[in-house]
């Protein structure tokens, strides 16, 4: 007859045993994805809170190196507002926004570069090759990567075209540096500053960046980690997120105002990309843990998938 001890010591073993092969059902329900994706490209559009916070850090990281392990070739593409904001405030430098876009003057140009092809790209190069991942650090100047010019904001209110200083708009991506990390197995991390022909460096929108960038090297998929939860019919309301929707539902979204705000040049993004030959673009949010391997790897998609 079980004593009490040994009743215990047997639920234990027993529970352990079952966690074990509910993570085996889990590696199995992910073989056919893994078979699906290994050896196409997706490009990762990595920003927001998923930056800041340090455990949310620590897991993408994580999915990032999954993805790479079992044959997914993964371009990273980040920006890195938060670290810009906080310089700027300890240099008492004046932030300025003309309809929600940051005006970039010489001081806030240097800045910006400063901690996006320095401090942010470096420590998440650094961290990449620390989970076991081959990974090299680029700015859009590296090689010419991103060849840009200046970006004129066409203003909300009046419709007339308004110069909001050192922002630029990418004019081509040589791809051939891209493509060279990636034949050799190292993971490229871009910082989206970008190089007129004369020689002028621009700051660039990540996520324009990223769309130009998947575009150009006709990634299989496009993933943008946002702040929210995916594209939702209310936002106040979170279950009317929109799960999958086409390209043309989703020009109809934003028509209709429904698609409103940040998320507009997300979504913009994404078709961009799409109609560039990007088969599948992702809007996911990156406050949720693990959720690079949650969208690839399982039938529970998250967040907003827009495809043709």
């Known amino acids: 007859m079980d004593t009490p001890s040994n009743t215990n010591n047997t639920d234990l073993r027993q529970l352990s045993l079952d966690a074990l092969i509910e993570k085996a059902s889990t590696l199995t329900e992910a073989l056919p994805f893994i078979r699906k994706f290994a050896g196409t490209t997706v490009v990762v559009k990595y920003g927001g809170a998923a930056m800041v916070d340090p455990e949310l850090k620590k897991l993408v990281i994580q999915d990032l190196a999954l993805l790479w392990m079992v044959g997914i070739r993964v371009v990273i593409v980040h920006g890195g507002g938060p670290e810009i904001n906080n310089l700027l405030k300890k240099m008492n430098l004046e932030t300025k926004f003309v309809d929600g876009h940051r005006v970039t003057d010489q001081a806030t140009l240097d800045v910006a570069e400063m901690v996006l092809a320095g401090r942010v790209n470096g420590d998440l190069t650094y961290d990449l090759n620390r989970a076991g991942i081959k990974a090299v650090g680029l700015s859009g100047k590296d090689a010419n990567l991103l060849l840009a010019h200046k970006h004129l904001l066409t203003s909300a209110t009046t419709g007339a075209l308004m110069d909001i200083g050192f922002v630029g708009e990418i004019v081509k991506v040589d791809t051939s540096t891209i493509d060279v990390f990636l034949k050799n197995e190292i993971m490229p991390v871009i910082c989206p500053i970008g190089v007129d022909e004369n020689g002028q460096t621009y700051n660039i929108n990540a996520d324009t960046a990223a769309a130009c960038i998947a575009a150009a090297i006709r990634a299989d998929k496009f993933i943008l980690?946002?702040?929210?939860?995916?594209?939702?019919?209310?936002?106040?309301?979170?279950?009317?997120?929109?799960?999958?929707?086409d390209s043309k539902e989703a020009k109809a979204l934003i028509k209709d105002g429904i698609i409103a705000g940040g998320m507009i040049p997300k979504v913009e993004a994404c078709l961009d990309t799409m109609d560039k030959g990007v088969k599948e673009t992702h809007i996911l949010d990156g406050r949720l843990p693990h959720s690079l391997l949650l969208e690839v790897f399982t039938n529970r998609g998250i967040g907003t998938l827009i495809k043709k």
Not at 225 to 245: A, F, H, P, Y
């Open 225 to 245: 980690l946002t702040d929210v939860e995916g594209v939702m019919r209310d936002k106040n309301d979170k279950s009317s997120l929109i799960e999958v929707m």
